[in-house]
């Protein structure tokens, strides 16, 4: 197999011709074709990478990127993520010469995962040394049965199919339930007997197995077996669902005005946002469907020991803006001094540990993908999400901190000005800044601005 292979030369201090030897050794005892060997330091391996990534997206071939350990895709494990799923978008796949770890997720897992006990150990050693050598365990996927060899081999009926399913989706442009629809008018069943459905053609279509990977307990192994599906028509498939798949949470997205601000009158809990969809049949038998956002108290909703009512989203948050913008309006004409209201440091430490839990859950997903209960195109969907939520915090710690330490006028125009016609993150943002506390009750609420 064509392999290139990458590491940092600087890594824990290994050695820079060491690294390179048992690159050269490892593809040596595999009989891979080395191509290239691109090496860097820690302070520019996102650049170079990236020349790793367009040397395969140019020469149009899949390769095997060959790494010492997953410490060389780099200190950051968003990058290292990052990195191996633009590889593995190519048709490639980067292997460690790591034998305790040869698949790179699983290395960063190794970091994040908690002591199993020895029996742990040892199960999970001997599930990984049978997936190491790509033998197969558990259910076959549709076009493959397990051979003599213990490995995957080529079901030559169901193989058929396969192939009409991906020509069906990639060349011919029907969507998942035409296909279904197709192979049901045929009488084509599932290896159950079953009608196809669009959930078994799409896990159809996602199964890299068709292109000759086997994939088990985190190991991903290319070229174990043979391949019913060329690696390019696999990935035009891919990129075709992405552009075909609607972005559903979008529509879920409205931000809640007073998350973080609000409590209960109450008890004094924190008020958090819900966003419930409910779904009924009209007397006409149509389908209908409605969007209810609203407050509750968190702890009526988690120990029932709050006599807290809910309130319809819109209505306390038009209310509560009403409210401080007539305050705001009060204080200007009092000649209130000027100074912009004070951020404080809960606001701050509030954003440390928002960015602190987004990294945790991410890190978690990894640990699910190194077991293989993630797969790779999950995992992608949780990358994208979990960079624009990363993202989306970090400018908002940023932006609390220039404000925490620019003195700058507060202009009480602007701010009214700002709450009503402002982006929904952004009026969240001056809503924090003003409000010291917001009580609120079954029917009313009390609002206090911070002193300047």
Not at 78 to 84: F, K
Not at 409 to 430: C, I, Y
Request: glycine share 6%; hydrophobic share 35%; aromatic share 8%.
């Amino acid at each position: 197999m064509r392999a290139l292979g990458y590491y940092l030369y600087d890594t824990h201090g290994a050695d820079s011709t060491r690294s390179e030897d048992q690159i050269r050794e490892f593809c040596e005892e595999k009989q891979h074709n080395l191509v290239k060997v691109f090496h860097s330091s820690a302070s520019s391996e996102v650049e170079k990478f990236k020349e790793v990534v367009t040397f395969i997206k140019e020469s149009g071939l899949g390769f095997l990127v060959v790494i010492p350990s997953s410490n060389h895709l780099g200190a950051d494990i968003t990058v290292a993520v990052e990195n191996i799923l633009d590889v593995d978008h190519l048709g490639s796949e980067i292997r460690c010469i790591d034998k305790d770890f040869p698949d790179p997720i699983q290395g960063l897992a190794s970091g994040l995962e908690p002591t199993r006990s020895e029996l742990q150990q040892k199960m999970l050693l001997g599930m990984h040394q049978k997936a190491a050598s790509a033998f197969a365990m558990g259910k076959t996927p549709y076009g493959y049965h397990i051979g003599q060899n213990k490995k995957l081999a080529i079901t030559s009926e169901e193989a058929i199919v396969v192939t009409t399913i991906f020509k069906l989706y990639g060349t011919e442009g029907l969507g998942l339930r035409k296909i279904a629809d197709s192979l049901n008018e045929q009488d084509i069943k599932t290896r159950k007997g079953k009608p196809w459905s669009m959930v078994t053609i799409r896990d159809i279509l996602k199964n890299t197995t068709y292109i000759g990977t086997y994939t088990r307990f985190g190991l991903r192994l290319p070229n174990s077996h043979e391949a019913i599906i060329d690696p390019a028509t696999f990935r035009d498939v891919q990129d075709l669902m992405t552009s075909r798949t609607p972005n559903r949470r979008k529509k879920y997205t409205n931000i809640f005005l007073l998350n973080k601000i609000g409590r209960c009158g109450y008890c004094g809990s924190p008020l958090m946002g819900v966003t419930r969809n409910q779904s009924w049949t009209t007397v006409k038998a149509a389908k209908t469907s409605k969007l209810y956002r609203y407050y509750q108290c968190q702890t009526a909703t988690n120990r029932g020991t709050c006599s807290y009512n809910t309130w319809k989203a819109v209505d306390l948050e038009e209310q509560v803006l009403d409210k401080v913008c007539v305050m705001l309006n009060t204080d200007a004409g009092h000649s209130r001094s000027e100074s912009r209201p004070p951020v404080p440091p809960e606001d701050l430490t509030h954003f440390d540990n928002q960015i602190a839990n987004i990294k945790k859950r991410f890190e978690r997903q990894i640990q699910r993908s190194a077991t293989g209960l993630v797969t790779i195109f999950l995992l992608r969907q949780l990358y994208e999400q979990h960079k624009l939520e990363l993202q989306k915090a970090e400018s908002a710690l940023q932006e609390r901190k220039n404000l925490a330490s620019t003195p700058s006028s507060f202009n009480h125009a602007n701010a009214v000005e700002n709450l009503r016609t402002a982006a929904p993150e952004d009026k969240q943002a001056t809503l924090g800044s003003l409000i010291f506390s917001l009580d609120v009750y079954a029917s009313s609420f009390e609002v206090v601005l911070r002193t300047s």
